[in-house]
């Protein structure tokens, strides 16, 4: 199984981005999605979950900003960043919780995608 993210990149502040992660591999099934960060010096932060019937989560620092979706059908995870400041340059990993055998249940980790905030 493999998360491949993209969409990452420069920004000016008030900017948007939207991420993409697509699974990929021997998939069963595929429940809690998320996205999670990590600035230079700090510690790697939920940034937003969906569960597989669309239930979300948000950090606070977050909502009403940023928007998770996701495909199931397509085993991808989307994150749409609006009203982008500094502080939210980051990595951004992207996160699936997997089934690759009917009962054998892994997180899996994205590579990360950096998203650079500044004018």
């Known amino acids: 199984v493999q998360l491949q993210a993209s969409g990452g990149g420069l920004v000016q502040p008030g900017g948007s981005l939207r991420l993409s992660c697509a699974a990929s591999?021997?998939?069963?099934?595929?429940?809690?999605m998320g996205w999670y960060r990590q600035a230079p010096g700090k510690a790697r932060e939920l940034v937003a979950t969906i569960t597989n019937t669309g239930g979300t989560n948000y950090a606070d620092s977050v909502k009403g900003r940023f928007t998770i979706s996701r495909d199931n059908a397509k085993n991808t995870v989307y994150l749409q960043m609006n009203s982008l400041k500094p502080e939210d340059a980051a990595v951004y990993y992207c996160k699936a919780y997997i089934a690759n055998t009917p009962f054998r249940w892994n997180d899996y980790w994205g590579k990360g995608t950096q998203v650079t905030v500044s004018s």
């Open positions: 591999g021997s998939i069963v099934s595929i429940n809690v």
